[in-house]
């Protein structure tokens, strides 16, 4: 029997592989020719593309290809109750996201992998003078496999222009939590709101293509119709964090019951949902403080883990 061929691997310097096809409006009127290096120069392009399997009954990175500024540190396993996790922390040599930079990455969680997706500190996005700067995201999970992506938070400086598109493909059976939190700029220094424009967009699907979720943040302060403090935003605090829960290990309203409980008299101002076709649960969350912002975060993503695992989430050290 001849071997099943494998599928032609994607040329990761192309730029239709790094690029977004389709730009919000707000985004794409900013395009212009930089005068400093532009898209597609040297250090402009991050890529980074992971693969896990499960080997000898733990979680092993098998497949690895990465370009400046993005990398990894080498995965560890660093939690006694899931010993066979895989932790991997997400790292860009740069200091920070600058204009021009087009950043893709894509992680490939195979079955019954256990793999938990962080970064080493907050993603910086730096002032800009033209375009833009922009990451496409894309992460499978397949068949019994227990997926978190947790960044640390998304700060964006004055005059930035950031875009960011996320793809989440879960399988029957697999459970990824999804979270996120963005703040209001450069606080300590007086920058609240002075970005250019901040938009996310979250798309999650199965593999067949049937849509579970999506979101979508457009952020654009002194626009027209109230910019980034109405009710539906910021309600003028300064930050706002999510978490998405897609399983089928429990069921939608009580992973919306477990979340509420969770967050309940923690101080701050939340609010919980179960998702479309009743895929799982998510959440956002609001503050001033950055401190309760993540002890909240972090109290909720214990909290699913416990319901979903029954084992708490580890105190994670950056390294």
């Known amino acids: 029997m001849r071997p099943t061929p494998s599928p ?21 009127a900013l395009a212009s020719v930089p005068d400093t290096l532009g898209p597609g120069a040297p250090a402009k392009v991050g890529i980074l593309d992971l693969a896990f399997a499960v ?5 092993e990175l098998v497949e690895r290809y990465q370009k400046t500024p993005l990398q990894i540190m080498r ?23 600058a204009q021009a930079d087009r950043y893709r990455t894509d992680f490939r969680c195979g079955p019954g992998t256990q793999v938990h997706l962080t970064t080493q500190a907050a993603t910086k996005i730096f002032r800009m003078e033209h375009d833009y700067a922009s ?12 997926v978190e992506y947790l960044p640390d938070p998304l700060i964006p400086f004055a005059d930035s222009r950031f875009y ?8 029957p059976g697999a459970t990824v939590l999804l979270g996120d939190t963005v703040t209001a700029g450069r606080l300590a ?49 300064d930050h706002v964090a999510s978490l998405f829960v897609v399983t089928d290990r429990a069921p939608a309203g009580e992973l919306a019951d ?10 701050v101002l ?50």
């Open 270 to 319: 939340y609010g919980v949902s179960v998702l479309p076709r009743d895929c799982g649960a998510w959440l956002r969350l609001l503050d001033d403080s950055p401190v309760r912002v993540a002890a909240a975060h972090n109290a909720a993503w214990d909290a699913v883990r416990r319901l979903l695992t029954g084992h708490p989430a580890p105190a994670l050290r950056k390294p």
């Open 55 to 59: 080997r000898g009954g733990r979680t």
């Open 258 to 267: 477990t979340l509420h409980t969770a967050l309940a008299g923690l101080g």
């Open 135 to 146: 990451q496409r995201v894309h992460i499978t999970a397949e068949d019994g496999a227990y």
């Open 8 to 28: 032609p691997r994607p040329d990761r310097l192309a730029p239709g592989h790094y690029t977004v096809d389709r730009l919000p409006p707000e985004v794409a």
């Open 75 to 97: 995965p560890l396993w660093i939690d006694p109750a899931m010993p066979g996790m895989s932790y991997v922390y997400l790292m860009a040599t740069g200091g920070g996201v």
């Open 189 to 237: 220094r007086g920058e609240r709101h002075a970005y250019r424009t901040l938009a996310t967009d979250l798309r999650v699907t199965r593999p067949d293509g049937t849509l579970l979720a999506l979101d979508t943040l457009r952020l654009t302060p002194g626009a027209a119709d109230g910019g980034v403090l109405g009710p539906g935003v910021f309600a003028g605090h």
């Open 164 to 171: 960011q598109r996320t793809e989440v493909t879960v399988a």
